[in-house]
């Protein structure tokens, strides 16, 4: 892809983060975070909203430090816990959003005149050009001549491989990669695929390949990597709060991925932030 391409896509890119960004306001003030904030008599921690908007701490810390990094709310960090508060003024905030949640809603019912049998297979065509833009900075952030046969776990090779490499024979297997047989090579991909599920999910399916890895083998995990104290980048907190919704997922810091992939039995981790959307992590057998 040129660069007019990569050009068209960032700009499709930004205006997708421009919905998610408008989804995390409507959250946040549907649940009544910014009430509760301007109400309360000082910061509060994770603990403290999530009981007083009824939702999981969890995605209450998720969301929350969205808003941070949206400037929607500030944070102090206390014996090692944040604690929030407000940075808008209740009156300011609260009837704007309200207001703009029931604007949102009217053009959500565009939507419903869009759709077709063939949705899926658009989704999943979307899922495979976006390597077309991002691909080559994910395989080449390591050297991976050591691995002549190549496993994608998820499908993600059609999109992901041939912009790095030529690839002289390849072959796709159906199955269910949590209960039937893995195929057998000497580097496994995993793009996009961890973030989809909890963390014992994960740590099933990495358990799962570290049996059929032969040793020496290793793991190429592609995700959008969170910094360490989970307050940014906002994209990928974005994309966290979006699999949160979706799947029950979550994007994760490299340590949370180091702990994961050492429980399963990997070492030599190595991670690398690749400066685009995605970033990469690769251990071994």
Known sequence: MGSSGDDGYR???EYANGFMVSQVLFAACELGVFDLLAEAPGPLDVAAVAAG???SSHGTELLLDTCVSLKLLKVETRAGKGEYGCVLSRGLCTPLLWTLARIFTLFTSVALHARSEGERLQFMQALQDVWSVNGRSVLTAFDLSGFPRMCDLGGNWLGLLPGACYIPAHSSVSGDFFKDPLPEADLYIL?????DWADGKCSHLLERVYHTCKPGGGILVIESLLDEDRRGPLLTQLYSLNMLV????????????????SSAGFRDFQFKKTGAIYDAIL???
């Open 191 to 195: 793009a996009r695929i961890l973030h």
């Open 11 to 13: 700009l499709l890119n």
């Open 53 to 55: 908007v009824a939702a």
């Open 283 to 285: 251990v071994r057998k």
């Open 246 to 261: 979706q799947t029950e997922g979550q994007e994760r810091s490299p340590t949370h991925y180091h702990m994961l992939l």
